[in-house]
């Protein structure tokens, strides 16, 4: 603290006090914006810049090892790579797509359902809601115990009616579609929750006049609720779109690294993964998630485009 | 004027957010050594011992443990992220020495121990058995502690046996056999990891008594030798004719122990060092009936690995050395691995195991089974490299192959040339 005499204190900081105030007021959008942009200065800009530096390099083992500056030669070396790269992009468009457009159906259906009040309706809301609530680890977990091909309880209920045990996440051919049933299950709600949020705030009347030309229930789906809700739709479909071609932890917990023997659930976050964290390639995994973050933001821009050129 | 008072509020700005890091970073890592010790450690019966006593270290020394636990794959996240970044909050670290210890040895994570294991003649370093001290070993410098030492052995069913009218298999021709004849609908004959990299440490077993090993003398890989695809055929050839049905290829001990101590099983080989989970009643319908016999012989006889699967070591990093190695040597003294030994955890120490004590709370034939394994048991369980987690994936493809029914040994030429690639980029 400095100290200062009290005639000179009073005249000066009072001068400072003024300057102060009109410098900040002539910079009022730069120093309201300022906590927000070191934010994402911090936490988005520089990771994402040093995952571009690292993609560019040869750095494997340790982070502090010394590495070579290699050009694109990491994206060169993923981008030919037919036996681990392209299988992964294939799966994760597929577990997306997939799980997206049940997600979007399913919870279109449940939504219309919960529109119209009824008795019961909180309690039937709190149970859609309560896998959401839940941890996705926990959730890999209680799934892989289901779904165990010889002592899960999957297998003995089929047993019951007859039908013979199936082999859910251990089946090569059966490991993806059955995490994105587990992935169907635990987001449905969410989108649920989005579309009853926007079929509530709809007007009445277009569906009125409808029903007084004497359309039904169908036409008055298609053609009056379902246009109106487009705004709604891709919203949820963006957001949960997003969410989806991230998943993560659902496949790390049922299936673990490189997902499991025969990569069967390995999608791009888990292959980057593996190489960071199991392999210890941090140029290449690198190189993987910066191709992944494009994937995302080019899909990200196509779905914008088409909301705008739907709201027109 | 306008810019000079940007400049104060930025250095202002700046000052504050260094007290605030520096408020945040308090408590540990300065040079002078804090009282507090922390420790991360990964869940396992030795941990469980050691945090029940460490009270005892608290009192004796008047430090301050700090204990964090973790299960193995995060562990190794932990430690890849801590690490990787040089960060001084960890000061002791349980580690995998076959597993992590190149790797960590080469990027200097690790603290040099070899002075302090030598100062203190009554904590004895010369009593630890060679194998698990050559494998904390790195460029002849010592880098970690050994504190649980394992072996392949054979978990078997008495009962099933008997009721069969079959003797305990000596060779791997009798397990095959005997697996052959017990395997029925609802038990399988002999059940075993099937994961693509985690079997790779128990088929090592077998791959050294069919005469094999990962590399040859020449550090060449060897997985392509006929010995290996030998191996490779009647590992994955037990799990596919005589294993449990819808086997999964995704298998780890978990999985497999579950499917030998609920009773589908008659034959399991795995690490000693898990026998708790078959002979505690609390685990295992089967705890009455399990018996234990060393590995059975394959043409070049009963070969088991005998290794030191955790270790505990200093971190580089940390500020804490001198406290953390006495928590070291008090975590490692003979008593305490007396106590761990004798709650089913085997350890390094030769005392220990010539003591009767240390034996004394283990089922006999698994005592007499883990004294075979460890006088030819082999010292690695894995292949020896800098980056193990994708060399396992390589080596134990032809396992899964052959699970499958697919053909063991074109998987085997297969993953003999991806090794061998992997060795030559390994060693560039």
Request: glycine share 8%; proline share 5%; charged share 20%.
């Amino acid at each position: 603290m400095s100290v200062l005499t009290p005639a000179r204190s009073s005249g000066q900081s009072a001068r400072t006090r003024a300057n102060f105030s009109a410098w900040a007021n002539r910079h009022r959008k730069w120093l309201f914006a300022a906590p927000a942009m070191i934010f994402v200065g911090l936490l988005i800009v520089f990771p994402l810049a040093w995952t571009l530096y690292l993609s560019l390099t040869d750095s494997q083992g340790s982070v502090r090892a010394a590495s070579d500056f290699v050009g694109f030669e990491n994206y060169l070396t993923v981008l030919t790579d037919t036996e681990r790269f392209w299988p992964a992009v294939g799966r994760t468009v597929s577990f997306t797509l997939v799980a997206l457009v049940c997600e979007v159906v399913l919870g279109m259906c449940i939504a219309l359902l919960l529109w119209r009040p009824f008795r019961g309706e909180k309690w039937v809301r709190v149970a859609i809601l309560l896998p959401l609530v839940a941890t996705p680890v926990a959730v890999g977990m209680m799934w892989r115990l289901i779904f165990d091909p010889n002592i899960g309880f999957a297998n003995q209920l089929l047993g019951l009616v007859g039908i013979p045990p199936q082999p859910w996440l251990s089946g090569q051919d059966s490991a993806l579609p059955t995490t994105i049933f587990m992935d169907v299950w635990q987001w449905t709600p969410m989108v649920v929750l989005i579309l009853l949020a926007g079929l509530t705030s709809l007007s009445e009347e277009p569906d009125e006049a409808a029903r007084m030309d004497g359309a039904n229930a169908f036409q008055r789906f298609f053609f009056v609720t379902l246009p109106l809700m487009m705004p709604t739709v891709i919203v949820a479909i963006l957001l949960r779109g997003i969410d989806a071609l991230k998943t993560f932890d659902i496949l790390y917990a049922t299936k673990g690294k490189g997902g499991g023997s025969f990569h069967e659930v390995e999608t791009l976050n888990v292959y980057a993964y593996g190489l960071s964290f199991d392999y210890n390639q941090y140029g290449l995994s690198s190189a993987v998630l910066i191709l992944f973050f494009m994937i995302i933001i080019g899909s990200m821009w196509l779905l914008t485009m088409r909301k705008k050129a739907g709201s027109k | 004027m306008k810019r000079r008072s940007v400049v104060k509020y930025a250095a202002v700005a700046a000052a504050l957010s260094m007290g605030l890091t520096a408020c945040g970073g308090g408590g540990g890592g300065d040079s002078k050594g804090s009282d507090t010790v922390r420790v991360t450690l990964a869940n396992h019966v030795w941990t469980e011992g050691i945090k029940a006593a460490i009270p005892e270290f608290e009192k004796s020394t008047g430090l301050k443990v700090e204990l964090t636990q973790l299960g193995e794959d995060q562990l190794s996240d932990q430690y890849n992220v801590k690490l990787n970044a040089g960060s001084d909050e960890i000061d002791v670290m349980m580690y995998r020495p076959l597993q992590e210890g190149k790797a960590f040895g080469k990027n200097g994570y690790l603290a040099d121990l070899t002075s302090k294991v030598a100062e203190d003649a009554d904590w004895n370093w010369k009593d630890y058995q060679d194998g698990p001290v050559k494998a904390s070993t790195y460029e002849d410098k010592v880098m970690g502690v050994p504190i649980i030492t394992e072996r392949e052995v054979l978990y078997y069913r008495k009962d099933l046996l008997k009721a069969a009218g079959l003797e305990v298999p000596k060779t791997m021709e009798e397990l095959e056999a005997a697996a052959k004849k017990i395997a029925s609908t609802d038990t399988a004959g002999f059940v075993a990891r099937t994961g693509k990299s985690t079997a790779v440490t128990q088929f090592s077993s077998f791959l050294y008594s069919f005469g094999g090993d990962f590399t040859d003398e020449s550090g060449k890989s060897a997985v392509g030798s006929e010995e290996a695809k030998k191996a490779y055929a009647f590992y994955g050839g037990l799990i596919k004719n005589y294993g449990p049905k819808n086997v999964s290829t995704d298998m780890s001990w978990p999985e497999a122990m579950a499917i030998f101590t609920q009773g589908k099983a008659a034959f399991y080989t795995e690490a000693d060092s898990l026998y708790k989970n078959a002979t505690d009643p609390a685990k295992s319908k089967v705890a009455e009936t399990v018996g234990f016999a060393p590995l059975p012989a394959g043409p070049a006889g009963s070969k088991p690995y005998n290794i030191p699967s955790w270790g505990l070591a200093i971190n580089q990093s940390s500020g804490n050395q001198d406290n953390a190695w006495k928590f070291i040597k008090w975590a490692t003294s003979k008593d305490r691995t007396l106590e761990a030994q004798k709650a089913g955890v085997p350890g390094p120490r030769a005392s220990v195991w010539s003591d009767p004590a240390g034996t004394s709370t283990y089922p006999k034939d698994l005592a007499a089974a883990i004294a075979v394994s460890a006088e030819k048991g082999v010292g690695h369980d894995r292949p020896l490299v800098i980056t193990v987690g994708k060399a396992r994936e390589i080596v134990g493809e032809p396992i899964v192959a052959s699970i499958t029914g697919a053909d063991a040994s074109a998987a085997a030429d297969q993953a003999n040339t991806a090794f061998q690639k992997f060795l030559d980029d390994e060693n560039k």
